[in-house]
């Protein structure tokens, strides 16, 4: 079975592109985590539920390298997404509203 871990990114930050092709084989063009600091922790999306926002229409996405995907959403969108009851809601509500982020699910192995 397949693990995953997700997580809101910054678009900015040292040795990520959003634009970069992942090479079949490339594992480090992730974003700078923010939501949830801790990278033990998660914020509860696969990347088959990403994929399908793509797919859908719902978001603007894309394939960020081998086993991760990432949506690009405001800080007003990932609010709503996950709602006032969400464990990190705190967090995501002192996201700018109106700056644009990165909704990460990868592949853990």
Same mark, same amino acid.
């Given at each position: 079975?397949?693990?995953?871990?997700?997580?809101?990114?910054?678009? &900015?930050?040292?040795?990520?592109? +959003?634009? &970069?092709? *992942?090479?079949?084989?490339?594992?480090?063009?992730? *974003? *700078?985590?923010?939501? *949830?600091?801790?990278k033990?922790h998660?914020?509860?999306?696969?990347t088959?539920w990403v994929m399908?926002?793509?797919?859908?229409?719902h978001?603007?996405?894309?394939?960020?390298?081998?086993?991760?995907?990432?949506?690009k959403m405001?800080?007003?969108?990932?609010c709503?997404?996950f709602g006032?009851?969400?464990?990190?809601?705190?967090?995501?509500?002192a996201?700018?509203a109106g700056?644009?982020?990165?909704?990460?699910?990868?592949?853990l +192995?």
């Amino acid at each position: 079975m397949t693990a995953y871990f997700s997580y809101v990114g910054s678009l &900015k930050g040292e040795g990520f592109e +959003w634009d &970069k092709t *992942p090479a079949s084989n490339t594992a480090s063009n992730l *974003p *700078p985590r923010l939501v *949830p600091a801790n990278k033990l922790h998660d914020i509860g999306v696969s990347t088959l539920w990403v994929m399908g926002q793509v797919d859908d229409g719902h978001y603007v996405g894309r394939q960020l390298d081998w086993g991760a995907w990432g949506l690009k959403m405001t800080g007003a969108q990932l609010c709503a997404l996950f709602g006032d009851a969400h464990e990190y809601a705190g967090e995501l509500a002192a996201l700018a509203a109106g700056e644009t982020y990165v909704l990460v699910a990868a592949e853990l +192995w």
